[in-house]
């Protein structure tokens, strides 16, 4: 395939230099007039609409969260864990994906030389891939972020419903029921994501407890679960969400991240990522670097 076709389609791109690696960023960020203005009306830098970044050292792999090669559930591995830092919940999970094991945290930066550090830097035999994808972000803070993280507290592997993980959340984060006084309103609001997942920007607040995440412009896509039921339309009002029965404990990557439009998967030849690597220390992006204990 030649370089970025711009077009609202998945794509798969092939490259023969380093040098095609910038060309395509630059087109497919022209394409879709990137970053721009987000969901708040301030345009804080943090929640545009932007691209991120993912790199995988072998371009076999499909994206995935990692939790699905964990041996524990969710909530155990929250119990094992002895934080370091008096961090909230969702900083919590971010540490343990980054310096312990697998959460249904699924990793991706803001700078594409990181991207292209995880690409290059294992499996040389192989061919990498660095993926790019747009996306509106959440801000870690925001109680959309709550609700996917206050999943690993669930303790049961049955299913649940909506309505059941509104009362949850409206109980332990009081500031919700300002936007929400009833659960049955926070309903159509639980169910327009948590099928889905969204990608979270995390605070500058986590990333000082978190210096992996620090230095790789660390953030996070926040997968969905697995309905017991399809939603349809009628499934999503207000008055029949909180019906919807879902396991908590499930891992839904999204269409998107498969072969969905604005995903592009680019790649990286076995050949060149030695010369990759290289380039990339004369920036200081090192093994030695991105990975600090």
Request: aromatic fraction near 12%.
């Given at each position: 395939?030649?370089?970025?076709?711009?077009?609202?389609?998945?794509?798969?791109?092939?490259?023969?230099?380093?040098?095609?690696?910038?060309?395509?960023?630059?087109?497919?960020?022209?394409?879709?007039?990137?970053?721009?203005?987000?969901?708040?009306?301030?345009?804080?830098?943090?929640?545009r609409l932007q691209t991120f970044?993912?790199?995988?050292?072998?371009?076999?792999?499909?994206?995935?969260?990692?939790?699905?090669?964990?041996?524990?559930?969710?909530?155990?591995?929250?119990?094992?864990?002895?934080?370091?830092?008096?961090?909230?919940?969702f900083d919590t999970i971010a540490?343990?994906?980054?310096?312990?094991?697998?959460?249904?945290?699924?990793d991706f930066t803001t700078d594409?030389?990181?991207?292209?550090?995880?690409?290059?830097?294992?499996?040389?035999?192989?061919?990498?891939?660095?993926?790019?994808?747009?996306?509106?972000?959440?801000?870690?803070?925001?109680?959309?972020?709550?609700?996917?993280?206050?999943?690993?507290?669930?303790?049961?592997?049955?299913?649940?419903?909506?309505?059941?993980?509104?009362?949850?959340?409206?109980?332990?984060?009081?500031?919700?029921?300002?936007?929400?006084?009833?659960?049955?309103?926070?309903?159509?609001?639980?169910?327009?994501?948590?099928?889905?997942?969204?990608?979270?920007?995390?605070?500058?607040?986590?990333?000082?407890?978190?210096?992996?995440?620090?230095?790789?412009?660390?953030?996070?896509?926040?997968?969905?679960?697995?309905?017991?039921?399809?939603?349809?339309?009628?499934?999503?009002?207000?008055?029949?969400?909180?019906?919807?029965?879902?396991?908590?404990?499930?891992?839904?990557?999204?269409?998107?991240?498969?072969?969905?439009?604005?995903?592009?998967?680019?790649?990286?030849?076995?050949?060149?990522?030695?010369?990759?690597?290289?380039?990339?220390?004369?920036?200081?992006?090192?093994?030695?670097?991105?990975?600090?204990?």
């Amino acid at each position: 395939m030649s370089l970025y076709e711009k077009k609202l389609e998945y794509q798969e791109i092939h490259i023969d230099t380093v040098g095609d690696i910038d060309k395509i960023i630059a087109d497919y960020n022209c394409f879709y007039n990137l970053p721009r203005q987000g969901r708040t009306a301030d345009d804080d830098p943090s929640d545009r609409l932007q691209t991120f970044f993912r790199g995988q050292s072998d371009e076999s792999w499909k994206i995935r969260a990692s939790i699905e090669d964990a041996k524990e559930q969710e909530y155990d591995i929250l119990a094992d864990y002895k934080p370091k830092h008096d961090m909230n919940l969702f900083d919590t999970i971010a540490y343990i994906q980054h310096y312990q094991t697998g959460t249904r945290f699924i990793d991706f930066t803001t700078d594409k030389d990181v991207a292209l550090y995880f690409a290059c830097s294992g499996n040389m035999d192989k061919d990498g891939a660095l993926f790019m994808w747009c996306y509106p972000p959440h801000k870690a803070e925001w109680y959309t972020a709550c609700i996917l993280t206050e999943l690993v507290r669930i303790k049961t592997d049955s299913v649940m419903s909506v309505q059941d993980l509104s009362e949850i959340i409206l109980g332990k984060y009081p500031k919700i029921n300002d936007t929400f006084k009833e659960a049955i309103d926070l309903n159509t609001a639980i169910v327009s994501f948590l099928d889905h997942g969204f990608m979270a920007v995390p605070s500058e607040t986590t990333k000082e407890n978190n210096l992996r995440l620090k230095r790789q412009n660390g953030c996070f896509y926040l997968c969905g679960v697995k309905f017991e039921h399809p939603l349809d339309g009628v499934a999503r009002i207000s008055s029949h969400a909180g019906y919807n029965k879902f396991y908590p404990h499930s891992v839904q990557v999204p269409e998107g991240l498969k072969n969905g439009n604005g995903l592009v998967k680019i790649v990286i030849s076995k050949e060149l990522k030695k010369e990759i690597l290289e380039s990339l220390e004369k920036k200081g992006i090192t093994k030695e670097y991105l990975l600090v204990d």
